[in-house]
């Protein structure tokens, strides 16, 4: 899990952490969006839109619409 924003009444400030870089999150789908449905894991604003740029980004890369092979992002949950 990751927020944009550190989670409430966290002290020191703690917003989660993210186990991938963007670069490499935006690799796997590459590599993924060319043979099967990709799904990733992703929990926190912060995760899920890296998720989401990682389909746009490689999708347009080798041209496939990124709404195309119905890509997944699961679990998604955002703490209020």
């Known amino acids: 899990m990751a927020l944009s924003r550190p989670y409430r009444g966290s002290n020191p400030p703690y917003s989660g952490n993210i186990a991938e870089s963007q670069d490499a999150a935006d690799a ?9 449905r990709p799904n990733i894991h992703a929990n926190g604003d912060v995760g899920i839109d890296r998720a989401l ?3 746009e980004r490689s999708a347009a890369l080798i041209g496939v619409p990124a709404s195309g092979p119905r890509s997944r992002i699961a679990p998604t949950s955002i703490p209020t």
């Open 28 to 36: 796997w789908v590459e590599r993924m969006l060319s043979r099967i």
């Open 53 to 55: 740029k990682a389909y």
